[in-house]
């Protein structure tokens, strides 16, 4: 079955503090993509990042990082240096391989408040 | 702009009543799909369509419907709505990379509330 946990509810930190956001994932595909998307106040969904199952190298932009780690099936999520812009709730999301690719399954989501 | 057109953005309707929500896309993407975002639950996907004409379901398409008759358009349909039907919905499509789709661009939502 596939499943992504994001155990973080909500989070709270006051602005210019470093914070990670948690994403678990269960799959039994060789190959499968991960995904983290941004849901600012105003609803829309905007995308961050697309990794693919082979891929473990770390990413950042900006301020913003990735830790990708198969052997715990995690895909976390830091944001360093937080600001208040970046208050918003994030999905990490999983979509697998054939025949399971036009699958996407998405965690319950981290709200993040940052305070000023 | 490339963008996923949703309308309405609100909509507010009775047990039964037949309603469509549309979605359009201008990127001439293949895959294009609906979701559900509940309190608790994140997004969970309705249906999805491969191209025109395939269409197939995703975790909770109970009480949904979709079609698939032009490559832009991927209208939700919801024959006899019920409240638990109440939630956020978004449209999204996604371009592909041979069998595998690229990220998901989504709508703005359509909030709809059943009573």
């Known amino acids: 079955a596939q499943k992504v946990t994001q155990a973080q509810t909500e989070i709270s930190v006051v602005e210019k503090e470093d914070v990670t956001l948690d994403c678990v994932y269960e799959?039994?595909?060789?190959?499968?993509?991960l995904f983290w998307y941004k849901q600012p106040p105003s609803g829309e969904l905007v995308f961050l990042i697309r990794?693919?199952?082979?891929?473990?190298q770390n990413e950042i932009s900006g301020r913003y990082s990735w830790n990708f780690q198969k052997s715990t099936s995690s895909f976390n999520f830091t944001i360093t240096a937080s600001q208040v812009v970046d208050s918003a709730v994030y999905f990490c999301?999983?979509?697998?391989?054939?025949?399971?690719?036009?699958?996407?399954?998405f965690g319950s989501g981290t709200k993040l408040n940052v305070k000023p | 702009e490339a963008q996923v057109t949703q309308n309405p953005r609100y909509l507010i309707t009775v047990t039964g009543k037949k309603l469509t929500v549309t979605c359009s896309q201008n990127?001439?993407?293949?895959?294009m799909s609906w979701y559900r975002q509940d309190p608790g639950l994140g997004l969970r996907q309705i249906y999805y369509?491969?191209?025109?004409?395939?269409?197939d379901k995703g975790d909770v398409p109970e009480g949904y419907k979709v079609s698939r008759k032009e490559k832009r358009n991927f209208p939700l349909i919801l024959e006899s709505p019920s409240p638990n039907q109440t939630s956020l919905y978004f449209c999204?499509?996604?371009?592909?990379?041979?069998?595998?789709?690229?990220?998901?661009?989504f709508g703005s939502g359509t909030q709809l509330s059943v009573l």
């Open positions: 799959t039994r595909d060789t190959t499968y993509y």
């Open positions: 999204a499509s996604s371009a592909r990379q041979g069998m595998v789709n690229e990220k998901l661009f």
């Open positions: 369509s491969m191209n025109v004409e395939v269409t």
């Open positions: 990127m001439n993407h293949e895959y």
């Open positions: 990794r693919n199952s082979f891929d473990e």
């Open positions: 999301a999983l979509s697998g391989s054939p025949p399971g690719f036009n699958k996407f399954y």
